[in-house]
């Protein structure tokens, strides 16, 4: 199934209000987060309505090296998400991950973040509290910078295709005039499929390259 995502006055998500969206990847508050996003713009709005996206591993990689304490706290400590409301039926998800998750080897596995999204609980020790801020703080600094970050404007009939493991993608606002109407219908892939169709492809077709885990 897609979803379909206009604004509206009793919008149940601030994806669905004419205002900014703030860097983030989707389905924070759900356990098991999919992995590829699409996004097709089927009418753009009026005026505004950017997209920003930021390639989160080339962050996550960049605290890593310059900032190796921070790194370690996003590691190490999950951030709570929530989502409660009302869309044809009444929902409270609620999953908590930390911000940079890793593969055994180390290398980076994922980044999961939404601050629109994110539980006024903390689950981080009370003399961790002010540090695990300052490194969030820092975080976003590295994620709005502008060496990190590229604007997109999606014209209808345009579709953005991005791994939600690794790009944080954002809005800037919009205004709507006239008979003008932003809508964009949106849908996820799980990794475990695409790459198993990868597989196959690259087997039936003789491709010199494997699919491996992701």
Same mark, same amino acid.
């Given at each position: ?45 009026? !005026? ?20 190796? !304490? ?44 939404? =601050? ?73 892939? =799980? ?11 690259? !087997?039936?077709?003789?491709? =010199? ?6």
């Amino acid at each position: 199934p897609t979803f379909q995502v206009k604004s509206k006055t009793d919008a149940s998500n601030a994806a669905y209000t004419t205002g900014g969206l703030g860097m983030h990847t989707d389905l924070t508050y759900f356990n098991y987060v999919p992995g590829i996003q699409f996004l097709h713009c089927i009418s753009r709005a009026g !005026e505004g309505g950017e997209n920003q996206l930021v390639d989160a591993f080339k962050v996550a990689e960049d605290l890593r090296k310059n900032e190796p !304490e921070i790194f370690n706290m996003l590691v190490k400590y999950p951030i709570q998400y929530l989502d409660v409301g009302k869309d044809f039926v009444d929902f409270y998800q609620l999953a908590q991950h930390p911000i940079i998750q890793l593969h055994p080897d180390g290398a980076i596995a994922r980044v999961c973040y939404s =601050d629109h999204a994110r539980s006024p609980m903390l689950t981080v020790p009370q003399d961790q509290v002010m540090t695990f801020y300052h490194a969030m703080n820092t975080f976003q600094k590295y994620v709005y910078g502008p060496d990190y970050m590229i604007h997109v404007t999606l014209q209808s009939g345009d579709m953005a295709v991005f791994d939600n493991y690794r790009i944080m993608h954002g809005r800037s606002p919009f205004t709507l005039s006239g008979n003008s109407l932003r809508h964009l219908e949106g849908g996820y892939v =799980d990794w475990d499929e695409a790459g198993s169709r990868m597989r196959v492809l690259e !087997e039936k077709y003789k491709i =010199d390259h494997f699919t491996g885990i992701a």
